[in-house]
């Protein structure tokens, strides 16, 4: 069965400051994995996904990821984070290609001036 | 384009009745899913179609019903509603060429 964990549930940074989300996954065979953003009552908005390839992937507002196949990671990072970035954060993954997307329980980004 | 459209914005239901939740997209858009999103536990699949006349079964699909008649449209159906169906729900679609979700803005429906 396909799981995501995301084991903080809430992640403080200053601005200006690096800042990574973490998510490890477990699903058999090849991963697909994703990262998604929610504003306050809004609906999700796709940041990045890997599906092969460059291990390090890029993506929406300066984000990136990286896939770490012998740990099963797929953290997400911004180098310098802005109060704009602060908002609830979402890891998903699916098996092959399926639309059975399993998401993380969500870690909340806060960031402060 | 409008993207993906959910309505009601909001509903209050008494345990028992029926309602539906309306989704429509208008990217043409093959894949389309439902979820439910409940604090502490994220998004959870309830059902997904991967084409007009093609639905199955996600992670929560108890108490739901859904179809799906035309490529746009994929209303999901509370039967008999459970407070236990209290949540937030989203709809999403995708093409089949591209991996990346659209969501709807949601529908928060509070069962008394």
């Known amino acids: 069965a396909q799981s995501v964990a995301q084991p903080e549930d809430q992640v403080n940074v200053a601005e200006g400051n690096p800042l990574t989300v973490k998510c490890t996954y477990s699903v058999s065979g090849n991963p697909y994995l994703f990262w998604y953003v929610q504003y306050p009552n809004r609906g999700l908005q796709f940041l990045l996904k890997y599906i092969t390839g460059d291990n390090l992937v890029k993506g929406s507002y300066g984000f990136e990821a990286e896939f770490n196949k012998s740990q099963t990671s797929f953290h997400l990072k911004k180098p310098s984070a802005l109060v704009s970035d602060s908002a609830l954060y979402f890891c998903?993954?699916?098996?092959?290609?399926?639309?059975?997307?399993?998401f993380g329980t969500g870690t909340r980004l806060q960031v402060f001036p | 384009n409008a993207g993906v459209t959910q309505t009601p914005k909001f509903q209050v239901l008494k345990t028992g009745q029926s309602m539906t939740l309306q989704c429509a997209q208008d990217m043409n858009h093959e894949y389309m899913s439902w979820y439910r999103q409940d604090p502490g536990m994220g998004l959870r699949l309830i059902h997904y179609s991967v084409g007009a006349g093609i639905t199955d079964q996600g992670e929560v699909p108890n108490g739901y019903n859904v179809s799906r008649s035309t490529t746009e449209d994929f209303p999901l159906r509370l039967l008999s509603a459970a407070p236990s169906q209290t949540s937030v729900y989203f709809c999403?679609?995708?093409?089949?060429?591209?991996?990346?979700?659209?969501f709807g803005p949601g529908t928060r429906l509070t069962v008394t």
């Open positions: 998903a993954v699916s098996r092959y290609n399926t639309d059975k997307l399993i």
């Open positions: 999403a679609s995708r093409s089949s060429g591209n991996y990346e979700q659209y």
